[in-house]
């Protein structure tokens, strides 16, 4: 939790988020001031819908069943954030556009990679990474060079497991100890892997402390 311009403690998942913008280019993003923390997958993860499954709200984060239509480092923040420097939001969450395939030209995809890389090098207050890999598949190639590029700019991140509901119940704690495995002796990989599903709702209340412990407002 943290407090408000008004002196009370609010919980940063207790309240309703929104979107306030759209950053298709490094010059567009908001002002450095409150932590963020990025979700980061290939495209059709999951990532849209982990995120409105986070924070409780169903048309918050745009789903498609189409890869790459997230195409902009899409920023919410709770309700009730003004926009004005005496009133920052306690954290914010930036939604990344998914790597590894689109329905787009080359041009644009190479742009739309450009920009997530760029973001992930360049932002002091970037506090964590949220890694995205889909429980039927596990880390793949294009994960891994991610993942490097992550150890290489030291940009802490943690691999979530999304769409555990699409698995047998007995190969989630097998996938977490072999994902584990996998980043051992990644030196910027938090040591801890969270299974979820947005469907079921598994595993939201772990990475909701997880992300109040990366930002600085656990209890």
Request: proline share 8%.
């Amino acid at each position: 939790m943290t407090s408000s311009s008004d002196g009370t403690t609010r919980p940063i998942f207790g309240n309703p988020w929104i979107f306030i913008r759209g950053v298709p280019a490094m010059k567009f993003l908001p002002p450095e001031g409150p932590p963020e923390i990025a979700f980061a997958g290939r495209s059709n993860v999951g990532k849209s819908s982990l995120i409105n499954a986070l924070v409780g709200h169903k048309g918050l984060a745009r789903t498609s069943n189409t890869p790459g239509r997230t195409q902009e480092l899409n920023y919410f923040v709770p309700e009730g954030y003004t926009g004005h420097a005496t009133d920052l939001p306690p954290t914010a969450i930036v939604d990344m556009p998914g790597y590894g395939y689109a329905q787009a030209p080359k041009e644009q995809v190479d742009a739309w990679t450009k920009l997530v890389f760029d973001y992930l090098r360049g932002r002091s207050t970037l506090k964590r990474v949220y890694v995205l890999i889909d429980a039927r598949h596990g880390i793949k190639k294009n994960d891994e060079e991610v993942l490097s590029l992550l150890d290489k700019a030291a940009v802490s991140y943690q691999i979530v497991l999304t769409k555990t509901d699409k698995i047998k119940d007995p190969a989630v704690p097998k996938l977490v100890s072999e994902t584990l495995e996998k980043i051992r002796k990644r030196p910027a990989a938090y040591p801890v892997v969270i299974a979820t599903s947005s469907e079921k709702g598994g595993g939201l209340d772990e990475l909701r402390a997880a992300i109040n412990d990366a930002v600085g407002l656990g209890a």
